[in-house]
């Protein structure tokens, strides 16, 4: 917690005593061609070195997490992403461009996206568009107990059909430099319990009968058949081998994009869970859940220390070291058990010495209206979500291991599904205060049979909903140098940014700043221990230190500069 604290005026002392300041003021209806030119000229002075970035990418290229907290690009700069998720959970679980249809995802999705300062897309893919295979529950030839072998499900040019579409909208992303995360998305494991994500003929429930619960769908959860089900999967005791079929099909997703620039990676499974009551059922899950990503041969440990030991049946090389070997550039973003943290519990899932791992979790308040979603009680919200980061941020440094030395690198890729601007200023700003990048839920309702249309950024009219605004926000998109503290005021839109510069990186700093919205007489930008290198009025700030500045402050502040 104290990298994230260190005081404002202790860390000032070793700044530059001289400040530069640029205005950077959008110009606005009534400005006059003299204003414009003052400002130009005043930039001049100020060492202006560059022209605007619009149309610039911020990052590009394959991203790192040696060990750490961070992100980093090839330049060696800290990278923060923020973003949306984006899931189609119905046929043909996927989204494209394809007009019309409801599972459209187009140029001018890319394009607002980009907009808002966002540049990264959570795209969910699913296991049932990969490997629809044949066949209902409880299949003998798949679900009978015994030794796991191939249930012949996997059909290649059916994937590679569904890996084309996908491609489609990582390619268009790419074009307005937004990465994606590919997402293996799935909630109460498969649609027979009012949930997606599992092909239907993955669901082992010993033939008992599947009968969907009613009223709202997250009571599947309690369902004892899905429960049933979850056992196979986990344990994978039967003949179908549903991990190594699950393995198979990531192997083949990660193989496809493994030379592609815009992926930045892989979340293998979307909030894992079991059903669990004791804390001997907590133990259980969270090595059923390490041996799934490590496989048998090769596991780690638990929280604490203690040893992992996987079931014979488990794959010896489990998902992460699956997808590794098939991409060895890009990253893989694990999640811990969802239910872990039910009571201020703390999580079980340990170190796993493998690389290129971040840890990727989600923050949700559970004081929440239960069918829309929306905070009950945004105090309480505000200060449960605060508490989170700051616990996930503990447990990150836990999973330290020896090709991660400090622990992964940290990624919120769930938080807000709601409308309340108050909440996600809020976490936004918490976030940002712990150097955490994100991912809001969600882009688009596409009527979503897990959620809510209070949840999605743009309107069924395809309006941008008032809360875009408050996800649009003044924030470090790469940084050449270490962070020490960064700060966010909601109210006033005032941002601040102390950073150690490292002389290895020749790339800029650079601060994503939002336009008219949430600035709409300009910016004032202050620099010490560093120039500014972009244009007035630039969406995207560039900053270079200074020789020999031990620290860089950047402040971005709404209104003009003083005279």
Aim: charged share 20%.
């Amino acid at each position: 917690m104290n990298r994230h604290r260190t005081l404002r005026s202790t860390a000032a002392a070793g700044l530059a005593v001289a400040a530069v300041l640029l205005c950077s003021c959008s110009p606005t209806p009534r400005a006059s061609v003299a204003d414009a030119t003052t400002a130009h000229q005043y930039s001049s002075a100020a060492r202006v070195r560059g022209a605007a970035t619009t149309g610039a990418a911020a990052v590009r290229g394959t991203l790192r997490a040696a060990g750490g907290p961070y992100l980093t690009d090839s330049s060696g700069r800290v990278v923060l992403l923020h973003g949306v998720d984006a899931v189609y959970k119905h046929p043909p679980y996927v989204l494209y461009a394809d007009p019309g249809k409801p599972w459209n995802f187009d140029a001018a999705d890319a394009r607002r996206i980009a907009g808002l300062g966002f540049d990264v897309v959570r795209l969910g893919i699913l296991w049932a568009g990969l490997e629809p295979g044949h066949g209902g529950p409880n299949d003998p030839a798949v679900c009978t107990p015994g030794r796991p072998g191939d249930p012949h499900m996997f059909v290649a040019a059916v994937a590679d059909a569904y890996l084309a579409k996908v491609a489609r909208t990582v390619d268009l992303l790419g074009r307005y430099h937004v990465y994606t995360l590919l997402d293996m998305h799935q909630d109460v494991y498969n649609t027979a319990f009012r949930g997606e994500g599992a092909p239907t003929w993955a669901v082992c429930t010993d033939g008992q009968p599947v009968v969907p619960v009613g009223g709202r769908w997250s009571r599947n959860y309690a369902d004892p058949t899905l429960a049933v089900a979850l056992d196979h999967f986990w344990r994978n005791d039967v003949a179908g081998d549903l991990q190594g079929q699950f393995d198979l099909v990531w192997a083949t997703v990660a193989r496809y994009f493994a030379h592609n620039p815009w992926v930045v990676g892989y979340d293998p499974y979307n909030e894992p869970f079991s059903v669990e009551h004791t804390e001997s059922d907590r133990q259980a899950f969270a090595t059923a859940l390490e041996c799934f990503y490590t496989g048998r041969r090769h596991p780690g440990s638990l929280a604490g220390g203690r040893r992992v030991h996987c079931p014979a049946d488990d794959p010896a090389v489990g998902v992460v070291p699956a997808i590794e070997r098939a991409d060895p550039r890009h990253l893989v973003f694990v999640e811990p058990d969802i239910y872990a943290h039910r009571h201020g519990a703390p999580d079980l899932l340990g170190p796993m010495d493998l690389p290129r791992l971040v840890f990727n979790f989600h923050v949700y308040c559970p004081d929440r209206n239960p069918v829309t979603g929306e905070p009950t009680d945004v105090t309480a919200c505000e200060s449960d979500e605060l508490a989170a980061l700051a616990r996930h941020e503990e447990q990150r440094a836990a999973l330290s291991s020896p090709r991660q030395p400090g622990g992964p690198a940290v990624f919120m890729s769930e938080f807000g599904a709601s409308h309340d601007a108050t909440l996600l200023e809020h976490t936004v700003a918490d976030a940002n205060l712990f150097e955490v990048g994100w991912a809001y839920w969600s882009w688009k309702y596409y009527d979503d049979p897990t959620g809510s249309a209070d949840e999605a950024l743009v309107s069924p009219s395809g309006a941008l909903e008032p809360s875009a605004s408050a996800l649009s926000v003044t924030y470090a998109q790469a940084v050449a140098g270490s962070p020490v503290t960064t700060t966010l005021t909601p109210a006033t839109g005032r941002f601040e940014l102390l950073y150690t510069p490292s002389a290895r990186s020749s790339a800029p700093t650079v601060v994503f700043v939002p336009g008219t919205a949430r600035y709409p007489n300009g910016y004032c930008t202050t620099v010490s221990g560093g120039t500014v290198a972009s244009a007035p009025g630039a969406r995207r700030l560039l900053v270079r230190a200074d020789p020999g500045a031990d620290r860089v402050d950047v402040v971005v502040a709404a209104g003009r500069c003083a005279p």
